[in-house]
């Protein structure tokens, strides 16, 4: 199945409009399953995505961190989504000997730094910018791959 970033614009554009987060983990927790659930119906050449149980946890362990820093850290939470991905990723399909230059990287931090520095964004707005980053980073990541060219299935 392909990718469907309306799954991400849908499950942001619900958190952004949310009246209370608990904290950085429960905010982590809950983007990290928005992810999760967009990125559970991919497939790469390397065959379906099947979850391990490893690439959830480490993406909410980078978001937690970048959540608990103060109100206008736009740079340290794409920065986070980006390390958070590449990790889901790397170790879910490419496996865990794969580079650090991962392609796709760059499009979803550049991408969620402009999203997310807006001030005038509403809640349905970032989340259409976040998700088209995400889609469009997790897109090249899958395709490119660490080391060459992956067609996505």
Avoid: H
Avoid at 24 to 53: E, H, L, M, R
Avoid at 123 to 152: C, H, K, N, Q, W
């Amino acid at each position: 199945m392909p990718l469907l970033p309306n799954t991400l614009i849908s499950g942001f554009t619900q958190q952004f409009r949310a009246a209370r987060v608990t904290g950085a983990q429960d905010a982590a927790q809950k983007f990290a399953q928005i992810y999760f659930d967009y990125a559970v119906t991919a497939a790469s050449a390397y065959g379906p995505f099947i979850p391990n149980g490893t690439e959830k946890p480490r993406l909410e362990a980078l978001l937690a961190a970048a959540f608990s820093i103060p109100v206008g850290a736009a740079p340290v939470v794409a920065s986070a989504w980006g390390a958070g991905i590449q990790l889901f990723w790397v170790g879910a399909i490419f496996g865990a000997g794969a580079g650090s230059a991962v392609p796709g990287v760059p499009a979803i931090i550049g991408g969620l730094s402009g999203a997310l520095s807006n001030p005038l964004n509403t809640p349905e707005s970032a989340a259409a910018l976040m998700a088209s980053a995400i889609d469009t980073g997790t897109r090249t990541l899958l395709i490119a791959g660490p080391s060459g060219p992956v067609p996505v299935l």
